[in-house]
């Protein structure tokens, strides 16, 4: 990874505190680069949106098959199949059109990533480059518009928050029931991961 950074933050004293008052980028986007990834991120990420992040080379062929078989049975999208490495080629590809040929181009990309970089560089690329919503791309960015944070600073509950609204940010940020029960559902599924000791709530303070 050839750079810490894409754009800066401008700071603010508030009672004597440090607080970030507005991101400056190249382009309209908010985007801060940030090599401080917290690793609950990474340990959160993986049993949520690809359990065999480490067993594959870009393409998870029996979650894609799965995903396709469920797709058929209900006669609509209800799961998307697609792996961090390839969400992180649609996030660089900046491409959400459902076309073939974005497909393709984002599972070439995905193979690329692979083959460049380690496990956990490709992580650090996703959370770098990935969409939080209102403009935000990376969870620097996300962390100092939502909480007023660095990364480094979030408790686990808001991790699990941020971690939450990236299936669809413009949807759950407007949609605060479904993001309740989503955060709660992924809270379980860490539970039983092992990842964390006990459930937590939304309004959990950890």
Avoid at 13 to 25: E, G, L, P
Avoid at 51 to 60: E, L, P, S, V
Avoid at 142 to 149: G, H, N, T
């Amino acid at each position: 990874m050839d750079k810490n950074f894409d754009g800066f933050v401008i700071y603010t004293k508030t009672n004597n505190k440090n607080k970030a008052y507005a991101i400056v980028s190249e382009n309209y986007e908010c985007k801060a680069e940030t090599s401080k990834i917290p690793e609950k991120f990474k340990k959160y990420i993986v049993p949520i949106e690809d359990k065999r992040f480490y067993n594959h080379n870009g393409i998870d062929l029996k979650g894609t098959t799965r995903a396709l078989l469920r797709n058929f049975a209900n006669l609509k999208v209800l799961e998307g199949g697609s792996t961090l490495s390839q969400q992180l080629a649609r996030n660089l590809l900046k491409d959400n059109s459902k076309t073939l040929i974005r497909k393709i181009r984002e599972t070439l990309i995905a193979f690329k990533l692979e083959y460049k970089y380690s496990k956990d560089e490709i992580l650090n690329l996703y959370f770098n480059n990935v969409y939080f919503g209102k403009n935000l791309r990376g969870v620097r960015s996300a962390s100092l518009f939502y909480f007023d944070k660095e990364p480094e600073k979030l408790n686990t509950n808001e991790i699990v928050f941020l971690i939450t609204i990236l299936r669809g940010p413009n949807y759950y940020l407007n949609n605060i029931e479904a993001t309740i029960r989503r955060k709660n559902m992924l809270s379980e599924l860490l539970y039983k991961n092992h990842k964390y000791s006990y459930p937590q709530s939304l309004d959990s303070k950890s």
